[in-house]
């Protein structure tokens, strides 16, 4: 690895990581993986009646897919919508097809759900504990008959500032992949001083939006809600700013 090689920080969940840490690498940055949430999957007795009632089942995560692919697998005749590319191809592993919005986002979700209400269609939304509620909101105002089932649970990554703390010396930049981990990141440094000088990368506008919240002044969002994009993007941004110095 070069000494030039930026360190890039990336905070995804461990089983999403790994494709952004090797599309940096290939890159020629030095990447760091420190996870900062994790997912568990929550029992939910009636799931199984839920999904047999839907006509249209919406997804707003790969982690509905990861902790309940067995039930989702035998759904039967539902319509599935995902969030976006990377719950579409979860699902599509389970062998489940699923439709995307134009827009990768909880609201750009809702806002096409909301074109297909009906009196004779059931929605069923599953979603984490502490979910946004955008789709769920979108269809409401439309009048749909929405069921929303929490069907898994994002927590901090017990002891995790040490390590993060540890990668960020010297850093250039750090990754956000979701809401949860913009949360967590404040969380777990108590502030945001320690990342003064520190580009935040945001995967989309969910993301951005809560990083804002919690006071994080975002860099770079990438084009597309996916790893090669939020690469291409964080890079990019570091490569104007070296080219900004020397100039």
Excluded: K, W
Excluded at 18 to 34: F, I, K
Excluded at 41 to 68: F, M
Aim: proline content about 3%; overall charge negative.
């Amino acid at each position: 690895m070069s000494a030039a090689a930026p360190r890039i920080v990336v905070t995804a969940a461990e089983v999403t990581a790994a494709a952004l840490v090797e599309a940096l690498r290939v890159a020629g940055a030095e990447a760091l993986a420190v996870p900062l949430i994790e997912t568990h999957g929550l029992d939910v007795p009636g799931l199984v009646d839920a999904l047999a009632r839907a006509t249209d089942v919406v997804i707003t995560s790969a982690a509905v897919v990861r902790h309940h692919g067995d039930v989702l697998r035998g759904a039967g005749q539902a319509t599935f919508h995902a969030v976006g590319t990377q719950t579409q191809a979860a699902l599509a592993e389970i062998g489940v097809a699923a439709l995307i919005p134009a827009e990768h986002t909880g609201r750009g979700l809702g806002r096409e759900l909301a074109a297909r209400v009906a009196s004779d269609r059931m929605f069923l939304l599953l979603r984490a504990a502490a979910g946004g509620n955008d789709v769920e909101d979108e269809l409401a105002a439309a009048g749909a008959v929405v069921e929303a089932l929490a069907v898994y649970e994002t927590v901090v990554v017990p002891g995790v500032t040490a390590s993060l703390r540890t990668a960020l010396a010297g850093a250039a930049a750090v990754t956000l992949s979701s809401a949860s981990a913009a949360r967590a990141l404040v969380d777990a440094l108590g502030g945001v001083a320690e990342l003064d000088g520190v580009a935040i990368a945001c995967i989309g506008p969910t993301t951005v939006a809560a990083a804002a919240e919690v006071g994080l002044i975002v860099a770079v969002v990438a084009p597309q809600p996916d790893a090669a994009s939020l690469a291409e993007a964080v890079l990019g941004h570091l490569a104007r700013q070296r080219h900004a110095v020397r100039g």
